[in-house]
Every structure is written in C-alpha cells, then in structure tokens.
Nanobody, 127 residues
C-alpha cells in the first residue's frame, strides 16, 4: 500500500519549535519531490515548503521563510519540516505530499502536481 504518514504535530507555545516528519511506505520517496501544505480553520489549503528529490532545491512561502527548514533523509524514506519561532497564525493541519516530477519555483505550490498525500497532523500554537 502506497502511503505517506505525517507525525510530530502537537500543541506548542508561541516562539516554540516542532519538527514534522513525513514517512513513506510502499514506494521510494527518494524519487519524489516533497511538498508541505497547511490548512487553517476556515481557510483554503496553502503551500508552505517543498524540497526536490535530490534536496538541492528548496522552496518556502514568504510567511515561513527564515523560520521553517525543509529537509529529507532518503535512506530513511522520510521528509522533515523543522518549524521554529512558531506563531499563532501557524496553527493548521499540516500535510505532506509527494510529486514524481520536477518542481519549479511556481509548480511546487500547485496541489494537482502531487501524486500522494498524507492524512495530516495538527499543529496548534497557543499560550
């Protein structure tokens, strides 16, 4: 069964950090770009970050640039999103997705580009 499973979400105070993981099973994540998306209550899902299959290219939304770091460990078939200096507006369900082709500076934001999606993990930033 081909699937992605996110983990690492939770409740954190403003200014805190969390690291999300995206573990793949049933396929080699190393052949795929990984995208991270989030959806806050009452809002549309938005692209947060992406990393190419080789990890040579990364992308970030302006809202998280300088605070979030995307990475991957192909040997572990896992991607990561390190989230630092968290703000209440970062509260959302976070999803990872895998895309078999190349990502560009524009295409990484397009949900339809991605082949597989995880079920999401809740991140709540609150005091």
């Amino acid at each position: 069964q081909l699937q992605l499973v996110e983990s690492g979400g939770g409740l954190v105070q403003p200014g805190g950090s969390l690291r999300l993981s995206c573990a793949a099973s049933g396929f080699s994540l190393g052949h795929y770009a990984i995208g991270w998306f989030r959806q806050a209550p009452g809002k549309e899902r938005e692209a947060v970050s992406a990393i190419s299959s080789s990890a040579l290219s990364t992308q970030y939304a302006d809202s998280v640039k300088g605070r979030f770091i995307v990475s991957r460990d192909n040997a572990k078939n896992t991607g990561y999103l390190q989230m630092n200096s968290l703000k209440p507006e970062d509260t959302a369900v976070y999803y990872c997705a895998a895309e078999s082709g190349l990502i560009s500076a524009t295409s990484w934001r397009e949900e339809w580009e991605y082949d597989y999606w995880g079920q999401g993990t809740q991140v709540t930033v609150s005091s």
